[in-house]
């Protein structure tokens, strides 16, 4: 809980919390700030500009990001992970017009991943977070295992909490008197663990104002490494903030969901898929460090609202490596414009330019792909997905390998591959590339293998991608029996020839998934897993069998599976 307003170099929390969406809850005129942290826009006539943000001062290895691995609605959350002696904390830190008397609603659920480590909430005055009026005013925090709050000066225990848990709290804030009524549920249950009323404030000051709320690990000790998740944070005037539903919280907005949502965009005709994270235009730490000085994040909020950014306007913004961004940026939004009206020539233009002022900008390439279909320049497109390759767990990339698939009209060669038992995809002397058939390929590795093979690259790239797109237009054409059956024979190709088949299981059960037989699906995910030695890969299959057994209502299995995913993303 920072003592005054933040004008450190903002941070990657910054961006992320500005592209999160307010949420649709009470009456729109009662919201103060509302943030469910979705790709979508929906104020209240009365919600104002929000500033959020992590405070480091260059020492900090904390972070505040979205995250999709936990939620309660929607389909995202807000991670927030301290780390103890590093010499500063991350914050998520909002704002909203102040508020002198009546009665306030402050609505918000948390999850934290070990108990033990301190976390603390609150709500705050113009004296910031200060023991005085107009200060502090509401402190919630957990202590030893136990969550505590703050009345009357004093740390009041409350109950022990579990990890992996969601809790939802209320706070009904009456400032006139200086006292609140809290009340907290636990996911899965009806009746309240704390029901708490007329409780003095922080303080015990009547009248204390409030204009700001806080999340952090451990803002004065800097003991915490605290990883907790918050999500639908909710400020209002009326009560019906403090009475939005709360049932068993959702996980993460599955694959096979935000794999129809795409190809739904895509049914009709091209167009540029959404930005989901600020990896995908290239954006950094430092390069949010260098927009917040410069008092530019307005701009960057109006790109991940989907404002356009003009040509003229991204090349003359700034200075530096996020000035490229910006250029980028502009570029890829005239290229989408030129998608969308069927110039897909014109957008490819604009997306290579993008691709060249950043190329690491996931979402530039992964648009080319889709002009590069438009105008059946196929060989190119392969290319363009092989730099890709290593987030083949994007839906975004699924649907555009279907999508090319599709553009293409020749898949039958996927289906002869099985077919041939001397099969040259499945001879990883006579095809190189099937090294690379999990892994990304970077740009100059992809030259010198084009130089070394010559004439037979085109050939040998097609038989590496193929196969899945045949495999993701099955998904596509809702033919999931078909999707699971050549995923499963293709899977037992790899095998005889030597090569990890583990991606092809795991494929075979994402079908299974999607047909909904979840018994089948547990079965193939376990089979990859038993194949898998990458970390990263280890957990997206032990996501997709937490989402089996929430979707199966067994919780305590679900529970035990994200705490193993929780801890294989710490080694």
């Known amino acids: 809980m920072a003592r005054r307003v933040p004008r450190e170099p903002l941070t990657r929390a910054l961006l992320v919390l500005l592209i999160a969406a307010p949420a649709a809850a009470a009456g729109s005129g009662s919201i103060l700030a509302s943030y469910s942290f979705e790709d979508t826009v929906a104020t209240g006539?009365?919600?104002?500009?929000?500033?959020?943000?992590?405070?480091?001062?260059?020492?900090?290895?904390?972070?505040?990001?979205?995250?999709?691995?936990?939620?309660?609605?929607?389909?995202?959350?807000?991670?927030?992970?301290?780390?103890?002696?590093?010499?500063?904390?991350?914050?998520?830190?909002?704002?909203?017009?102040?508020?002198?008397a009546g009665r306030l609603f402050f609505h918000f659920a948390f999850l934290t991943t070990d108990a033990k480590e301190e976390l603390n909430v609150a709500l705050a005055g113009p004296r910031f977070f200060q023991m005085e009026k107009d200060g502090i005013a509401f402190w919630l925090g957990t202590r030893e295992g136990r969550l505590v709050h703050v009345s009357d000066g004093i740390p009041k225990k409350l109950f022990p909490v579990e990890a992996f848990v969601w809790y939802a709290v209320d706070v009904a804030y009456d400032l006139g008197a200086g006292t609140y009524a809290l009340t907290i549920h636990r996911e899965g249950q009806e009746t309240p663990l704390v029901a708490l009323r007329d409780q003095p404030n922080t303080i015990r000051r009547a009248g204390s104002a409030v204009d700001k709320f806080s999340f952090v690990g451990s803002p004065y000790g800097d003991t915490s490494s605290v990883v907790y998740y918050v999500d639908d944070v909710v400020i209002g005037t009326d009560e019906s903030v403090a009475q939005l539903p709360f049932v068993a919280p959702g996980r993460r907005k599955l694959f096979v969901d935000l794999f129809a949502e795409y190809q739904r965009q895509l049914r009709e005709r091209p167009r540029c898929l959404p930005l989901t994270s600020p990896d995908d235009v290239g954006l950094s730490s430092a390069d949010l460090a260098d927009l917040g000085r410069a008092g530019l994040m307005d701009m960057v909020r109006g790109v991940f609202a989907g404002d356009p950014v003009e040509l003229a306007d991204g090349e003359r913004r700034g200075q530096g490596r996020w000035r490229q961004v910006f250029g980028a940026v502009a570029q890829w939004n005239a290229g989408c414009q030129a998608l969308d009206a069927g110039d897909a020539r014109r957008s490819l233009a604009h997306f290579e330019k993008a691709s060249a002022l950043v190329p690491e900008g996931r979402i530039f390439t992964l648009s080319s792909v889709l002009a590069l279909a438009g105008m059946k320049r196929f060989a190119e497109a392969d290319e363009r997905l092989l730099l890709l390759a290593d987030g083949r767990d994007d839906p975004r990339y699924a649907v555009v390998s279907a999508y090319v698939g599709l553009a293409r009209g020749d898949l039958d060669r996927a289906e002869a591959w099985l077919r041939d038992p001397a099969s040259r995809v499945l001879d990883r002397e006579a095809n190189p590339l099937l090294a690379f058939f999990r892994k990304s390929v970077p740009a100059d590795l992809l030259t010198a293998l084009r130089a070394q093979l010559g004439a037979a690259f085109p050939g040998l790239l097609d038989e590496t991608l193929v196969a899945e797109q045949y495999y993701y237009v099955q998904l596509w054409k809702g033919q999931y029996d078909a999707a699971r059956d050549y995923a499963l024979r293709m899977g037992e190709r790899l095998r005889r020839a030597g090569v990890p088949a583990s991606v092809w299981s795991e494929r075979a059960g994402d079908a299974a998934f999607y047909r909904r037989d979840l018994a089948e699906a547990r079965q193939l995910y376990d089979d990859a897993i038993r194949g898998e030695k990458d970390n990263g890969l280890l957990m997206v299959l032990y996501l997709k069998l937490a989402d089996i057994a929430h979707l199966s209502g067994d919780l305590e299995t679900e529970r035990a599976l994200r705490e193993h995913y929780y801890g294989a993303l710490t080694e």
């Open 45 to 100: 006539p009365d919600t104002f500009a929000i500033f959020q943000a992590a405070r480091h001062v260059g020492t900090g290895q904390g972070r505040v990001s979205l995250s999709s691995a936990f939620h309660v609605s929607g389909y995202r959350s807000v991670e927030i992970k301290d780390v103890a002696g590093d010499g500063d904390f991350p914050e998520l830190q909002g704002y909203f017009p102040v508020r002198t």
